[in-house]
């Protein structure tokens, strides 16, 4: 069975430009969510998504975006990039149902904004 | 602001110790708790989710919850060295399940 993939796993953006990050569940899997990690802050929880509707959002700025589409694939957004926007994103997937539910994280994808 | 708290370690065992790993949670009113471990360079991958008060084991994991001290720990028995790595505590205060707190983790080493 096939993990989360996200893509791509590595890029180098410059300042003020704008970059999209996809994530492919695990089959079966209907919410997807997205986090930020950085050496400073950790793990901060960036927005969720479960049948193409966004159904939390962190406390980030509105630079930051995402979509989910109806095969439960997922794509962020970060717009006018910021030298503090490097990070790894990390996307995971959880069926959503009732009772436990266990994220499970893709390989995430590192941004380095120059 | 709910917040998650480790100490940040790094917190060092010798081979076949048992590693002792805690983390508060401010949020009184938090649902479940998940440890997560990341190697250096990868991504988080789930050890061990607990709901209830008490202690749950997974072969030489433990987790142990107290919701009145909102507190919750990882045991690791006959630590390993493959156990090298940072701990990251996770906590769902009721907001949408895919939402997690994380606190920063707690570095673990072990010696052989």
């Known amino acids: 069975k096939a993990g989360v993939t996200q893509t791509p796993r590595y890029l180098i953006k410059t300042r003020g430009q704008q970059v999209t990050l996809s994530c492919s569940p695990i089959?079966?899997?209907?919410?997807v969510s997205w986090y930020q990690q950085t050496p400073g802050q950790g793990l901060q929880f960036l927005f969720e998504?479960?049948?193409?509707?966004?159904?939390n959002k962190g406390n980030f700025p509105g630079r930051f975006s995402g979509r989910q589409f109806s095969n439960s694939r997922s794509e962020m957004n970060v717009s006018t990039l910021e030298l503090g926007d490097s990070a790894l994103y990390l996307c995971?997937?959880?069926?959503?149902?009732?009772?436990?539910?266990?994220?499970?994280f893709g390989a995430g994808s590192r941004l380095t904004v120059l | 602001q709910k917040e998650v708290e480790q100490n940040s370690g790094p917190l060092s065992v010798p081979e076949g110790a048992i590693a002792s790993l805690n983390c508060t949670y401010s949020?009184?009113?938090?649902?479940?708790f998940f440890w997560y471990r990341q190697y250096s360079g990868k991504s988080p991958e789930l050890i061990m989710f607990?709901?209830?008060?008490g202690d749950k084991e997974d072969g030489r994991f433990t987790a142990q919850l107290n919701k009145a001290s909102q507190y919750v720990s990882l045991l690791i028995r006959d630590s390993q060295p493959s156990d090298s790595a940072t701990y990251l505590c996770?906590?769902?205060?009721?907001?949408?399940?895919?939402?997690?707190?994380f606190g920063k983790g707690t570095k673990l080493s072990v010696k052989p």
């Open positions: 998504y479960f049948s193409e509707t966004q159904r």
């Open positions: 996770a906590v769902n205060s009721g907001g949408s399940q895919g939402n997690l707190i």
């Open positions: 607990i709901y209830s008060n």
């Open positions: 995971a997937s959880s069926l959503a149902n009732s009772g436990a539910n266990v994220l499970t």
């Open positions: 089959s079966g899997h209907r919410s």
């Open positions: 949020d009184r009113g938090s649902q479940s």
